[in-house]
C-alpha cells in the first residue's frame, strides 16, 4: 500500500545539537516529496521540496533533506537546532501524476531542551 | 500579502447542528484546497478548487460535508448534522499555480469541537 511514514512520534534535541527527522515512502515511483513545519496557532509552512536533481535540498531557516531511492528516504536535518524550531514537522509526498494531492505523514514533535 | 485567514479560530457545537467554516486566501492564488487534520495525524486532504470550479470532491468524508467557492475567491466548508466525529481542525491553503505541487500556503485552521 502506499504510505508515508515518520517512524518517531516525538523527538527532544539540546538547543545546538544537531537534528535530524526521519520519513519513508512506499510509492511504486518516486513522488514528488516535501517537509512542512507546524508551529502552535501557526499555518504549516513549507520548508523544502523535493522534484528532481540534485538529491540535496537547501530549505528555509537552515533545514536541509536528502532524498534516498536506494532507502525509500527523504531526511529531514539541521546542523544547529534553535530554541524557536519547537513545532511539529510533516513529511509530505505528492504521487507523480496528474490531480493528486498531497499525503502527510502523522508528523515527528520536535521539543529543543537548554 | 496577508496570507490565507480562516474564520472562525474556535467552533464549539452541539452534535447534529451544521457549522459553516470560512476561508480567504490570498488574493489572485488559484487553487484552493481543504484539509482535516485529527489529533495525532497529519492533514488530511478533502477537496480542492481551482478558481470556482470544484474539481476533486470524492475524499470529503461523507455526503454531510459539503465546499463551495462561488466567486473564485473565498470558499466556505459546511458540515451538516455534525458529530463527535467531526471534532478536528479544518485547515485551508491555496497556491498560485495549478498543480498540486506548487507550494501550497495554509491558514492557521478553524478548531471544530462537537460536545
Known amino acids: 500500500a502506499q504510505s508515508v511514514t515518520q517512524p518517531d512520534i516525538h523527538i527532544t534535541v539540546s538547543e545546538g545539537a544537531s537534528l535530524e527527522l526521519r520519513c519513508n515512502y512506499s510509492y511504486g515511483a518516486t513522488p514528488y516529496l516535501f517537509w512542512y513545519v507546524q508551529s502552535p496557532g501557526q499555518g504549516l509552512q513549507l520548508l523544502l521540496k523535493?522534484?528532481?536533481?540534485?538529491?540535496l535540498v537547501q530549505g528555509i531557516k537552515g533545514f536541509e533533506a536528502e532524498f534516498k531511492r536506494s532507502q525509500s528516504s527523504f531526511n529531514l536535518r539541521k546542523p544547529s537546532v534553535h530554541w524557536s524550531d519547537a513545532a511539529e514537522y510533516f513529511c509530505?509526498?505528492?504521487?507523480?501524476?496528474?490531480?493528486?494531492?498531497?499525503?502527510f505523514g502523522k508528523g515527528t514533535t520536535l521539543s529543543v531542551s537548554s | 500579502d496577508t496570507g490565507v485567514s480562516q474564520d472562525p479560530r474556535h467552533k464549539i457545537t452541539k452534535r447534529g447542528q451544521n457549522v459553516t467554516f470560512r476561508c480567504d486566501p490570498i488574493s489572485e492564488h488559484n487553487r484552493l484546497y481543504w484539509y482535516r487534520q485529527t489529533l495525532g495525524q497529519g492533514p488530511e486532504f478533502l477537496t480542492y478548487f481551482q478558481n470556482e470550479a470544484q474539481l476533486e470532491k470524492s475524499r470529503l468524508l461523507s455526503d454531510r460535508f459539503s465546499a463551495e467557492r462561488p466567486k473564485g475567491s473565498f470558499s466556505t466548508l459546511e458540515i451538516q448534522r455534525t458529530e463527535q466525529g467531526d471534532s478536528a481542525m479544518y485547515l485551508c491553503a491555496s497556491s498560485l499555480g495549478t498543480e498540486f505541487t506548487d507550494t501550497q500556503y495554509f491558514g492557521p485552521g478553524t478548531r471544530l469541537t462537537v460536545l
Open positions: 523535493y522534484f528532481s536533481g540534485d538529491t
Open positions: 509530505a509526498v505528492a504521487p507523480r501524476g496528474a490531480g493528486t494531492a498531497l499525503i
